[in-house]
Each structure stands twice: as C-alpha cells, then as structure tokens.
C-alpha cells in the first residue's frame, strides 16, 4: 500500500529569556522563507531575539540533514510559532522597607523545516495510486460570455 514518509523536523527552544511579543516580531519575517534566506536575514536584523533565533534555525536544518538525509537548500521553514513560558518573578529591596516586583519573561519557540524535495516525491507516489477513473472525461467544454460584447446584455443607458 501506501507509505507515507516524513518530510518535516522542527527544533525546539524552551524557558528563552525574552518576552514572546518581542520573538514573535522576528519569527513573523523569517515563516515562510527557505532556509538560506532565513539565515541571511537573522544576521542583518538588529533585535536580541534574532541570536536564539538563528540557533534554532541551524538545528532545525540539521535535525533535516541527519533525520532525513536531506540538502539544506531544499530547506523550507513551513511553521515557526512562539509561546508564553514561565515568568520568573523577584522583588528589588526599595526605600523605606518596601519591594518592587521584577518580572522576567521566558518565551518557547518552534521552528519546523519541510524538505521539499521529499515533498514532491511523496505527492508524485500518492497522485499515482489516487488515479482518476477511466470513465470519468478528461476534458470539460468551457464557455466564456463576456457581459460587455455587443449582444446587448448590458446597456449603459
């Protein structure tokens, strides 16, 4: 029958010490792009979220080239998403015995890497064993009316 094979590897990054919203500006230019490309921009963007970023990046790439086998020009990082971690909390001794609350925020990112080459021999497979019936035509006649011709459909009047 048939087999379906893996094309996608994520690499994961947990407790990060940096707010989500600040990661998620960055990840939100990088999900979508191939891998070369992404590697680029990681190193000319100017934000503290880009290191931990490009980390995880070339772990995910070679999580695909150990895993999968695969070249890292086919690379494709099809889903990168932040979440919320775990807030570390201290309090910082002030004036006339009182405290202020200091708040660290840690962020989990995820980047998973699609091979698209494996892609593409997967889908070549399953569109050979999903044949269309040899009944069913293969052509189907097409008409265009076009509503601005001179039969007189529309009338500007």
């Known amino acids: 029958m048939l087999e379906k094979r893996k094309t996608e590897v ?7 010490s940096m707010s989500a919203h600040k990661a998620r500006r960055v990840i939100d230019q990088i999900r ?4 070369e490309e992404t590697l680029m921009i990681l190193e000319l963007m100017p934000y503290r979220a880009c290191y931990p970023i490009f980390k995880l990046v070339y772990s ?36 006339r ?14 980047i998973v890497v699609k091979d698209i080459s494996l892609e593409e021999f997967v889908e070549k497979d399953f569109l050979a064993w999903l044949k269309k ?25």
């Open 97 to 110: 015995g009182r405290s202020y609350p200091i708040k660290r925020p840690t962020c989990h990112i995820t």
């Open 60 to 95: 995910a790439a070679a999580n695909a080239s150990y895993n999968l086998g695969s070249n890292e020009a086919n690379l494709v990082i099809t889903k990168a998403e932040v979440n919320e971690g775990t807030t570390m909390k201290k309090l910082k001794p002030r004036a």
């Open 133 to 157: 019936p040899k009944w069913k035509k293969k052509y189907t006649n097409m008409t265009y009316h076009d509503m601005y011709s001179s039969e007189g459909i529309w009338d500007k009047k």
């Open 10 to 16: 994520y690499a994961l990054g947990q407790h990060i």
């Open 32 to 35: 979508g792009r191939s891998y």
